[in-house]
């Protein structure tokens, strides 16, 4: 009490100052759990469905995947708040809502069932008729797989839709070319039998002055996997390439992609890749040791690689071409991913990339082969659609259309590695068997995915389309110059 100051008045300055303080000791746990809950519906975030009927980038959300679902429907992911989500102006569908940083794995089966039991492993938030949508959580890339579907994780950040710009318009066509006529001469369907038996361990091989058989090339099987991508990089080197491994991890796999590259004369800088994936993965069992000879997927498009390269080194070209071969594609595209995101960060040229993955199964008298693009709809399709278009003047122009009937489908195909250079805008195309004579020993489903189930024929006529179309788009020097940049044969009408 302050000296002089009355008893009575000093009483009712205690209650006064009591009074205030629990008035205040009601209302500030009041406002702050308001301003809590202010910023917890802040900080939530909503997976939506946003279906396509123009281009992407009218679609004014933050998007991270483009996809076709199971009855053909063209749509996007995107992630948004609600502020986000009421501005945007167009119908959506929520899928989840959850806190800012939430990851989510997309999961493909052409089996319901499989997907179906994918609700014994995890929550599925989504189901669209070929993938499902669940949030991603420790070990479950490994026990979705282990059901037989095919996760890869959703981009955390958006993906860029750059335009590209204006393509310069070439006459429908390709004149053939006698020196890339001699290249396809040299495919024989018995060299890639020989490649594919080494790979899948039917025979062995030599890797470090050693014999070697390798019986998987399951990205988590350790000593054989390291053999397996120890054996392509020997083989690479021997063939003169600069031959390299570019190591990555994820949060559950860790591997090394291996890259072959042959480099260009006159503009070295643009570059050429073509993808297979070398890992190969076995349903069946839990262990990655255990037998998965991947002879088909993708040992096909490994060898038609190991092939393209064999006879390529002979000749110069005008632009750099990369052999590239890539591990924890089963295991959701690991290593094209961060493959794919390195050539991004650091501003390379990538003009076009050809995926090879699953080249050598077909039972039809009269073989087809899909050729995969991105949705019309997204921005990079028209640079895609140059490199499938080539690809089908190769087909065509140099006699392969008895063994080969190539298809242009159109969209966005998740299920191979070069959907992480569309995640990066880099044009690309999947080149992979029929869905529809799809083969049934996939991830030895029903038999071991052996080389005895496999059509040559089918893979060396794989093999000679991939490899004419690479020698195109590369531009064989001392010949009629091809267009600059990516074969750009583009129709107004496609």
Not at 393 to 415: A, R
């Amino acid at each position: 009490m302050e000296p002089g100051l009355p008893v009575h008045h000093s009483r009712k300055y205690c209650l006064s100052v009591g009074l205030v303080l629990l008035v205040v000791s009601v209302l500030i746990p009041t406002l702050t759990s308001k301003a809590d809950t202010t910023d917890a519906a802040a900080s939530l975030l909503s997976l939506v469905r946003v279906d396509v009927s123009g281009p992407i980038t009218d679609i004014p959300l933050p998007i991270h995947s483009d996809l076709v679902d199971g009855q053909g429907i063209p749509y996007v992911l995107a992630i948004a708040s609600a502020e986000q989500l009421q501005r945007c102006g167009c119908a959506y569908t929520v899928l989840d809502t959850a806190p800012a940083g939430t990851r989510y794995l997309l999961a493909a089966s052409r089996d319901p069932r499989e997907r179906r039991e994918a609700g014994t492993v995890a929550n599925v938030l989504y189901d669209d008729g070929f993938r499902i949508i669940v949030r991603s959580a420790p070990d479950l890339t490994a026990a979705l797989s282990r059901l037989g579907l095919s996760p890869r994780p959703l981009s955390p950040v958006p993906l860029p839709f750059a335009s590209p710009p204006a393509p310069a318009r070439a006459a429908p066509g390709i004149a053939p070319n006698p020196r890339i006529q001699a290249m396809l001469d040299k495919v024989t369907e018995k060299s890639l039998s020989d490649s594919i038996s080494g790979l899948s361990g039917l025979t062995e091989v030599v890797v470090g002055g050693e014999a070697y058989t390798i019986t998987t090339r399951n990205t988590a099987s350790g000593v054989p996997i390291e053999k397996a991508t120890q054996y392509v990089y020997e083989q690479l080197n021997a063939l003169g390439l600069t031959a390299s491994y570019h190591s990555w991890s994820s949060t559950a796999y860790a591997g090394r992609n291996v890259i072959g590259e042959l480099p260009g004369v006159s503009k070295p800088s643009e570059v050429i890749l073509l993808v297979a994936h070398l890992d190969s993965i076995n349903d069946r069992t839990d262990d990655p040791t255990d037998p998965a000879p991947g002879a088909d997927d993708d040992g096909s498009g490994c060898a038609a690689l190991l092939m393209a390269a064999t006879i390529l080194k002979d000749y110069r070209f005008e632009r750099t071409i990369r052999f590239v071969f890539t591990t924890g594609e089963e295991n959701g595209l690991l290593g094209s991913a961060v493959y794919a995101k390195k050539l991004k960060d650091e501003g390379q040229n990538v003009l076009d990339v050809v995926n090879l993955d699953m080249v050598a199964y077909s039972t039809q008298a009269s073989p087809i082969q899909n050729l995969h693009t991105r949705i019309p709809q997204n921005p990079g399709y028209q640079a895609d659609l140059a490199i499938a278009t080539l690809f089908v003047e190769v087909v065509n122009t140099y006699g392969l259309s008895e063994s080969l009937v190539p298809v242009i489908l159109k969209e966005s195909n998740d299920q191979g590695d070069q959907y992480s250079f569309w995640e990066n805008d880099f044009p690309s195309i999947m080149v992979i068997e029929d869905d529809n004579n799809f083969n049934p020993n996939y991830h030895c489903k029903s038999n071991m995915d052996d080389l005895q189930y496999l059509n040559m024929a089918y893979e060396a006529a794989h093999t000679k389309a991939s490899l004419g179309t690479v020698a195109h788009l590369a531009g064989l020097v001392n010949n009629t110059p091809t267009p600059a940049g990516s074969y750009l044969l583009l129709l107004q009408d496609q």
